[in-house]
């Protein structure tokens, strides 16, 4: 299924909701959270995705910096850097996503540097394969301008969707964005497909 996702900020207290089954009866109850708890800090951003091993909850963490954590069996399991140069930053729990480009669902993730032939600061996006972070392409992800955001097939195989230079929606060929339309919309924008009668259609919401 196609899907469109937006990081949710979520203030997390110290408890979390579970659901064990007992003899007696299957109920949720409130459960304290773990020790590993502590790097969460004070107010979490936490990004939940859905995954080809299913759904996921993962943050950026700011109490120990440039970690990447994932909810694992009840406990924050920090997800390995390997591919990505140590010189890079973290960019925070919104350049993160899950995206099908028509090779199964993988974790991307923007990171930041400083290119030392301009001396700027800029974005790098890179895609987890098998544990090892992959470099993608110049341009795909810089900042909120130019930004992937979700996964369709509109009968053309399953193909990344985004947006370029914050108005236009785009579609990722792999080593490019592809323009498609132009949206009068300018902040907020956000991306989602929808099944209708006649088939998928994708639409665009902002302000």
Not at 44 to 70: E, H, I
Request: charged share 15%; with cysteine; net charge negative.
């Amino acid at each position: 299924m196609p899907f469109a996702h937006r990081a949710l900020p979520l203030m997390l207290a110290a408890w979390v909701l579970c659901a064990p089954c007992t003899a007696r009866q299957c109920e949720p109850y409130w459960a304290g959270l773990p020790a590993s708890s502590a790097i969460l800090g004070p107010e979490p951003q936490l990004t939940p995705l859905s995954l080809a091993d299913g759904p996921a909850l993962f943050f950026v963490s700011w109490t120990v910096p440039n970690r990447l954590y994932r909810w694992v069996e009840r406990e924050w399991i920090e997800v390995a850097r390997t591919g990505i140069p140590p010189e890079h930053s973290l960019s925070g729990s919104m350049f993160l996503n899950a995206l099908d480009a028509g090779d199964g669902i993988h974790l991307y993730i923007a990171t930041f540097a400083t290119n030392p032939s301009t001396g700027l600061t800029r974005h790098y996006g890179f895609k987890l394969v098998d544990g090892v972070w992959h470099a993608m392409p110049d341009g795909f992800w810089e900042y909120d301008i130019t930004r992937p955001q979700l996964s369709a097939d509109f009968g053309d195989g399953m193909h990344i969707y985004g947006f370029l230079e914050r108005d236009t929606v785009a579609r990722w060929d792999g080593a490019s964005w592809t323009p498609l339309a132009h949206s009068s919309l300018s902040t907020g924008m956000s991306l989602s497909v929808v099944q209708e009668a006649g088939g998928k259609a994708m639409y665009v919401t902002g302000g």
